[in-house]
């Protein structure tokens, strides 16, 4: 199966720190999305890349988060002096037909 | 008011009921619905994709879509214990932009 793979799964960190998360998505789509995802609510849009370019990105995405996407191929998502409230699932999704987005399994982190 | 509104349930049926699951929402612009599934701690199952108006069925899941009303409805026949899970209905308003996503329903199914 080639779905979209995340890494790591679970990331528990110390407020402040710096992290870092995978998305591999399906190999033939070009565009990948990142959202955030807090208990009891829809995923939410951070940002959008076709192919390497970033082409939109959330107001939620805050000068703390970076995300990139060298070659096309895998994406980051970098989250800089982490804060409790960061504490979600993060997901991508790599969208094959018109609109139709195919997530992965998400990363799950708690910032204490 | 929220873009995308869904009732977060929870919703309780019995095995072998059928099951509503709906949203409203208040871009007129949408035209891409789809319906995801999602079970605890994982990522969401995309489950039906339309696009426009329409009635749109896949085995036990019909989704429909009302734009008039601006009403979506996702019908689940013959329901399993497998089918309990959080379901999630998203819209956008063309393709390569981001899914704007409801609160989710959730749903559980005894046996």
């Known amino acids: 199966d080639t779905g979209v793979s995340q890494d790591p799964r679970h990331k528990i960190t110390k407020r402040g720190q710096n992290v870092t998360f995978r998305c591999d998505p399906i190999?033939?789509?070009?565009?990948l999305y990142w959202y955030r995802q807090t208990l009891g609510q829809g995923p939410e849009f951070l940002t959008y890349?076709?192919?390497?370019?970033?082409?939109?990105k959330s107001r939620l995405l805050s000068d703390r988060f970076s995300a990139e996407r060298p070659k096309g191929s895998f994406s980051t998502l970098e989250i800089q002096r982490t804060e409790q409230g960061d504490s979600a699932m993060y997901l991508c999704a790599s969208e094959g037909g018109p609109a139709t987005q195919y997530f992965g399994p998400g990363t799950r982190l708690t910032v204490l | 008011q929220k873009e995308v509104e869904q009732d977060p349930g929870p919703l309780s049926v019995p095995e072998g009921a059928i099951v509503s699951l709906n949203c409203t929402y208040s871009?007129?612009?949408?035209?891409?619905f789809m319906w995801y599934r999602q079970y605890s701690r994982k990522g969401p199952e995309l489950l039906m994709y339309?696009?426009?108006?329409g009635n749109k069925e896949d085995g036990r899941f019909t989704a429909q879509v009302d734009k008039s009303s601006k009403y979506i409805s996702l019908f689940i026949r013959d329901s399993q214990p497998s089918d309990s899970a959080t379901y999630l209905c998203?819209?956008?308003?063309?393709?390569?932009?981001?899914?704007?996503f409801g609160k989710g329903t959730t749903l559980s199914v005894s046996s």
């Open positions: 190999s033939e789509h070009n565009r």
């Open positions: 871009n007129s612009a949408f035209q891409y």
């Open positions: 890349f076709q192919n390497e370019a970033q082409l939109e």
């Open positions: 339309t696009y426009s108006s």
């Open positions: 998203a819209m956008s308003e063309q393709a390569g932009t981001a899914l704007i």
